[in-house]
């Protein structure tokens, strides 16, 4: 009569490291984020994980290293209700198929950005409710950014600030866009191009205020305070805003993002729809909205998704330990016309 077979080894981490004559230290970082190990080590590692039916203990790896295994993102959301914020899923898209290759879940929080988030970063570091943060709307002396820092904390945040020791970031260049939104404007024939944005005490908005002025400036355009406006990042408010500036001269308008130029475009509409079509749009854009409007626009863009992704994979860094030189990256848009013509 044959013996019982004996039950198989449990696979584990070392059991694959000598699989493949790697350090356990390696095929750890292969499973986890990757940080540090190349993406040949890293497929290898996973598929042999797979093909050894390799299944990680996270409530032990939980207990060893006293991690919590989420990262948190607290991003800024606006009242914005008449047509929505696709550029926001784009980026929790991206951020989310970053992490889908960890061990990490995620959790959202959304921040009203009329509030600075303090107490919502101190109830997370005081619970240790994750092990990094993802963070936007950054200002010039960020409370935020001060009291992670303080704390040892890892974070990661969508902008920079101004006057703060250096910290991890992932940002666009703000001028460079406004810049070149503006001057493509310019090339186009435009001469009174009004600015619509949001409250210059966010950084970005800061940047594009620079940008917006060197382009008039390079043009040997006059800067009029008059075609300046700030508001909320609502599409209603910047309809009415449109409708003034547009009253004033306005022959072009140089929004911040989607829902500005929603509402921008429509106060042009209501206020005189037969000039819709020759007043010029700009618009810094991570989504592919602009295709589908039937205006003329000056598209400078950014996937919101790859910025999604980027934060994501920079707060991994910070997590495993990178200085924070290795944890800081600006992008540029890439300027895209929709029926315009050159």
Excluded at 60 to 65: E, F, P, S
């Amino acid at each position: 009569m044959a013996g019982k077979k004996k039950n198989a080894s449990p696979v584990t981490m070392r059991t694959i490291a000598d699989k493949l004559g790697v350090s356990v230290t390696t095929v750890s970082r292969s499973l986890d984020s990757g940080y540090k190990t190349s993406p040949d080590v890293v497929a290898k590692v996973r598929a042999m994980a797979d093909s050894l039916g390799y299944v990680r203990n996270l409530e032990g790896l939980k207990l060893r290293t006293g991690k919590t295994l989420v990262m948190m993102a607290l991003l800024g959301t606006t009242p914005e209700e008449e047509v929505g914020d696709s550029g926001s899923v784009g980026l929790l898209n991206g951020i989310h198929q970053r992490f889908a290759e960890t061990e990490y879940s995620v959790r959202t929080i959304p921040v009203s950005i009329d509030t600075d988030g303090l107490e919502h970063v101190k109830e997370v570091v005081r619970g240790r409710n994750a092990d990094g943060l993802i963070l936007d709307h950054t200002t010039p002396q960020d409370s935020r950014i001060k009291y992670l820092q303080d704390s040892r904390f890892p974070f990661v945040t969508f902008g920079r600030s101004e006057s703060l020791p250096e910290h991890p970031y992932f940002d666009i260049d703000n001028e460079y866009a406004a810049w070149q939104g503006a001057t493509s404007l310019i090339r186009s024939g435009y001469r009174k191009l009004a600015f619509l944005d949001a409250d210059p005490e966010f950084v970005f908005v800061r940047q594009r205020m620079r940008g917006y002025e060197r382009a008039m400036q390079e043009a040997g355009l006059a800067l009029n305070p008059a075609l300046v406006q700030h508001i909320p990042l609502q599409a209603d408010l910047a309809r009415d805003a449109a409708r003034i500036l547009f009253r004033k001269g306005a022959d072009s308008f140089v929004c911040v993002n989607e829902m500005v130029f929603l509402g921008a475009r429509a106060g042009v509409r209501l206020e005189q729809s037969d000039l819709l079509d020759k007043t010029g749009f700009s618009v810094r854009t991570g989504t592919h909205l602009a295709e589908y409007i039937g205006t003329p626009v000056h598209a400078s863009y950014y996937s919101r998704m790859s910025s999604g992704w980027h934060l994501a994979d920079t707060l991994l860094k910070c997590v495993e330990g990178a200085v924070v030189k290795q944890c800081q990256q600006i992008v540029r848009t890439e300027l895209r016309l929709h029926g315009v013509n050159d």
